[in-house]
């Protein structure tokens, strides 16, 4: 069954928050702190504190600096609500919110207040088993490739963006280079910062052998195309121009290449990928 959903669509999201009784899954690039206040209370309302709730979306440093995404928002959302967990991915954009294998949106509208209520949005919200559970398991499929981001990581990207607020405050009234300098530095540090936090939420061979998993399932790829579709979906793992110490070990992006190479040699080894010729295809 298909409901079509026009702005405000605010009533139908809280209906599906009601339908949830084990699991709640959210994809938006944007989250803010009234949609996690609505989470929170309709979960810890209905008495299912149990309830896991997996949520995926940007924390870049920019999406968070605008204020598009409230980190304090989903800080309280991981404090209310225990069994959440956040994964970061910088270039997702869909937008689709599902209840356990009940209920599925799949809108424009981003998780946010003007997203829910005052945004001309468009959706369609599923509620066949079999359509509501494609849906589901294709945004955790996304999240697959992300990185999880646990509450304390959390507490030191609010501590980071609230210290960038300010400073972007005096260095706009300012016309001193000191002052402009010293915000540059501090967004340097900002980026390296939310960088190591994902890199250091990756599981060995993570970040690319999963990827590498994901994109074969769509068809045969070349170790070339493969190269190309992961940068894609990993720009800030394989941006040449940032370095960083991750677990005592260098993270050179310039070598991002090597890691992908290395990827696919332990999914082989593991018999889970195979080459024909020059393309890279899952195993049978």
């Not at 937008?95 to 294998?101: G, L, N, T, V």
């Not at 509450?151 to 002052?179: N, W």
Request: charged share 30%; net charge neutral; hydrophobic share 40%.
């Amino acid at each position: 069954m298909i409901e079509y959903l026009v702005s405000p669509w605010v009533e139908r999201f809280e209906a599906l928050l009601r339908a949830v009784s084990e699991s709640l899954v959210i994809c938006s690039p944007f989250i803010g702190r009234g949609p996690c206040e609505r989470i929170a209370s309709a979960v810890r309302g209905s008495g299912r504190r149990e309830v896991s709730v997996f949520v995926l979306t940007d924390l870049s440093r920019d999406t968070m600096l605008s204020g598009a995404t409230d980190v304090g928002g989903l800080i309280e959302l991981t404090d209310a609500l225990p069994c959440t967990e956040i994964r970061f991915l910088p270039n997702v954009h869909a937008k689709a919110y599902i209840a356990d294998e009940t209920l599925a949106v799949v809108t424009s509208g981003n998780l946010t207040d003007s997203g829910l209520l005052t945004n001309l949005e468009y959706g369609l919200c599923l509620s066949g088993r079999e359509a509501v559970r494609r849906v589901r398991t294709d945004i955790l499929q996304y999240g697959s490739l992300g990185s999880r981001i646990d509450a304390s990581e959390l507490r030191v990207f609010q501590g980071i963006i609230a210290e960038l607020k300010d400073m972007r405050v005096e260095a706009e009234r300012s016309l001193r280079t000191r002052l402009r300098e010293q915000f540059d530095r501090k967004l340097l540090e900002a980026d390296e910062a939310i960088l190591r936090a994902r890199a250091e939420g990756l599981s060995p061979h993570a970040a690319f052998a999963d990827t590498i998993l994901y994109l074969l399932r769509k068809g045969p790829r070349t170790t070339r195309s493969l190269y190309a579709e992961i940068q894609k979906i990993h720009p800030d793992l394989c941006d040449d121009s940032v370095k960083l110490v991750i677990r005592g070990e260098p993270w050179s992006q310039v070598k991002w290449h090597h890691r992908v190479r290395h990827a696919q040699l332990f999914l082989e080894r593991q018999g889970r990928i195979r080459r024909e010729g020059d393309k890279w295809q899952l195993a049978a």
